[in-house]
């Protein structure tokens, strides 16, 4: 009898090879699944989700209904990849393969796939024909530029007109301010961002109050917000305006009072820059929203065709084209825009290719900006220099933020930050940090200003550099000694002559008294005299080098001594004095 062992690795008898059926078995196919209900009831469905999905996502991302928004865009691509969505799960799935599923998605969403079609089609238009290269010279005629002349359209002001608050400085003292208010501080916040603007004819810098966190807005959101920060940027006095009814629209509202939703539901065609806190000269604040628009082809050229004010109050709105927007709304026009179109100017105005090869008369703004005070309004001041320098500038633009009328100055000189070193360099051994400058006309000189801090954040001392001759460097304690000192240090260079070196004498005041106490310290390589009269409580420091009889002034002499006006501190500046015999 044959023996035959087969342990499943060898070969079958009879040469009969293995059978490899059992693990081949054909795949089992899914089973599509049932569409739900009838074609009609379908529909239904996906546009009801579709329309909730819009709804929701308009309410909280706030898109704006125009061809020449970016968030327009994405709002339809996600719409239709909803609604995509919907149909493929309420259909079923019909077809067999991946071609099968591709032919179905076809048929189930012709609809959507054509508008996401044809809205390509759109950005890819509106993209070339927004296209620098081809719209150089549209571009470089956004912003008319005209020339100017520095000594006539900016005319010295008195030194307790000059703004000497940096937007840190003023956050600093609005939060101060704010907490010695009890009934405040536990509740509300400062918000950060200060505007500056022409209040009553002075320079000063305004916030909107928020609310602490969303506990203290549920409690406090009945009344509003109960009052605005305004600070003085001249007497750094700082003041919490309470007002009779609360601010119930502000960008720290929820809901329907958020200002963003407040003026999306208004406009919903309209695209808004970042809006502006301002007061009106009765002190009513009020929200500026400026209207965006592109004026290049589809996106390009960004610029504002007007503002809507918002009465941060009541929530009345009304929208003014940009010619008639009110004396009294300061910032219209911001910084980052006016800035974005002169170098759209400085760069493309003799052409692209000229922009790229040869750069003639290729011009840039400098890095930051500051802002200046002239009649009623605020101008924006920023340096430019060209595109091959680096540490120069050939002149300097200012334009008027409400009408956007702009000038360029060709005065050549120091770029802001080299000025700022120049000052800082003065009082190293302090380490002091200059602000950004500010641009004045002292004695028919450019001159930029500048406060300098210490590390503590407060302000220590002033300094004043000339634009041209940046080595001429003058400090002071206080902004009439710095004008002072500085007014000397011109005279010294033979750029005024010493009638100019004078401070007017509509920025200074006579006092008159007898002697009490004499102080003396040396401060810069300068004797320094530090008097103080009966009955008063200031200081009055002069130098011996402005008036030598303070060397031989004893205590109980009666003098009459010509100083500063400014006498918020407790030291003022003097400039002259007289014993009385």
């Not at 469905?45 to 209904?65: E, K, R, W």
């Not at 520095?150 to 940096?166: A, G, N, R």
């Not at 220099?385 to 005065?411: C, P, W």
Request: net charge negative; charged share 15%.
């Amino acid at each position: 009898m044959p023996f035959h062992v087969n342990f499943g690795g060898g070969f079958p008898p009879n040469g009969q090879g293995p059978d490899f059926t059992q693990y081949h078995q054909p795949r089992p196919q899914p089973k599509p699944r049932k569409p739900i209900g009838t074609p009609a009831t379908r529909t239904i469905i996906n546009i009801t989700a579709t329309l909730v999905f819009a709804l929701v996502y308009f309410y909280t991302q706030l898109p704006a209904i125009n061809l020449q928004s970016e968030s327009f865009y994405a709002f339809v691509f996600l719409c239709c990849a909803v609604y995509c969505g919907c149909a493929v799960f309420t259909s079923g799935f019909q077809g067999n393969g991946t071609k099968g599923y591709i032919a179905f998605v076809k048929k189930q969403c012709a609809i959507p796939a054509l508008a996401i079609i044809l809205l390509v089609a759109v950005i890819i238009v509106g993209s070339i024909a927004s296209s620098i290269l081809l719209r150089a010279d549209a571009y470089s005629k956004l912003l008319p530029v005209e020339s100017g002349d520095f000594v006539t359209d900016i005319h010295e002001i008195s030194y307790d007109q000059i703004p000497m608050l940096d937007d840190d400085s003023a956050a600093r003292l609005g939060s101060r301010k704010l907490g010695e208010l009890a009934d405040m501080v536990s509740q509300f916040e400062v918000m950060n961002t200060y505007t500056q603007i022409n209040y009553q004819g002075r320079p000063v810098r305004v916030s909107s109050l928020r609310y602490g966190d969303l506990v203290k807005w549920i409690t406090n959101r009945a009344e509003g917000l109960p009052a605005y920060v305004i600070i003085d940027m001249t007497t750094q006095n700082a003041e919490v305006v309470r007002l009779e009814e609360g601010m119930k629209y502000t960008t720290a509202e929820h809901f329907s009072r958020n200002l963003y939703r407040h003026l999306r539901f208004r406009y919903p065609t309209y695209m808004f820059d970042e809006p502006v806190f301002e007061i009106d000269e009765n002190g009513t604040p009020y929200w500026v929203c400026s209207r965006i628009v592109r004026r290049i082809g589809l996106f390009g050229g960004t610029d504002i065709s007007g503002a809507v004010l918002v009465n941060a109050i009541t929530g009345e709105s009304h929208y003014h084209e940009a010619q008639d927007i009110p004396s009294w709304v300061d910032r219209v026009y911001t910084a980052d825009i006016i800035i974005q179109q002169y170098d759209y100017y400085g760069q493309y105005h003799n052409g692209f290719l000229n922009s790229m090869f040869g750069q003639r008369d290729v011009t840039v703004t400098t890095e930051g900006y500051n802002y200046l005070v002239i009649g009623d309004d605020v101008y924006m001041y920023t340096g430019v220099t060209s595109v091959t320098s680096d540490e120069s500038n050939i002149g300097f633009i200012l334009t008027n933020q409400r009408t956007k009328d702009t000038a360029f100055y060709s005065i050549a000189g120091a770029e802001e930050f080299s000025a700022m070193a120049s000052a800082q360099s003065k009082v190293q051994q302090m380490n002091y940090i200059a602000t950004f400058p500010l641009l004045l006309n002292i004695a028919d000189e450019p001159t930029y200003f500048m406060a300098l801090k210490g590390n503590d954040g407060l302000v220590k001392m002033y300094a004043m550099v000339n634009v041209q001759q940046y080595q001429i460097v003058a400090t002071g304690s206080t902004v009439a000694e710095c004008e002072q000192n500085y007014r000397r240090d011109l005279v010294h260079n033979g750029l005024i002559d010493n009638t100019e070196s004078e401070i007017s004498s509509a920025d200074t005041t006579t006092v008159s008294g007898v002697v009490s106490e004499i102080r003396a310290a040396v401060i810069n390589g300068n004797s320094q005299y530090f008097l103080q009269l009966q009955g008063d409580s200031h200081y009055y420091v002069i130098s011996a080098a402005d008036d030598a009889d303070a060397v031989i002034l004893n205590t109980g002499n009666r003098v009459e001594i010509r100083c500063s006006k400014d006498s918020a501190g407790t030291i003022v500046t003097a400039y002259s004095l007289d014993i009385l015999r």
